[in-house]
């Protein structure tokens, strides 16, 4: 199973990106899907998660600037990211659930500039 996302690069202040991520080599829907992300120093934290049956869990004052989706019936989510902070900088790592499994793509830089 891999995790592929694409997305981010440098953001200004108060613009907008999306990240996508696509799980392959699996033959069943994922549980959950979503992204954590991390700056140097510090855990991971999560972003934004949602399930197959469609609740969405979102990190600390991420809700209402970060919007996560997924492709019907497919291994694909999205997570829109609007009104950005330069603390937001981070490696964005889109992650999947499945049976007590978690599956991790490689993680995307978002850098935004003030």
């Known amino acids: 199973v891999q995790l592929q996302a694409s997305g981010g690069g440098l953001v200004q202040a108060g613009g907008s990106t999306r990240l996508s991520c696509t799980a392959t080599?699996?033959?069943?829907?994922?549980?959950?899907m979503g992204w954590y992300r991390q700056v140097p120093g510090k855990q991971r934290a999560l972003v934004a998660e949602?399930?197959?049956?469609?609740?969405?869990n979102y990190g600390d004052s991420m809700k209402d600037r970060f919007t996560i989706s997924r492709d019907s019936g497919k291994n694909t989510a999205y997570l829109q990211m609007n009104s950005l902070k330069p603390e937001d900088t981070a490696v964005y790592y889109c992650?999947?659930?499945?049976?007590?499994?978690?599956?991790w793509g490689q993680g995307t830089q978002v850098t935004v500039s003030s």
């Open positions: 080599g699996i033959q069943f829907r994922l549980t959950v």
């Open positions: 949602l399930t197959s049956v469609g609740r969405a």
């Open positions: 992650y999947g659930w499945q049976l007590s499994t978690e599956y």
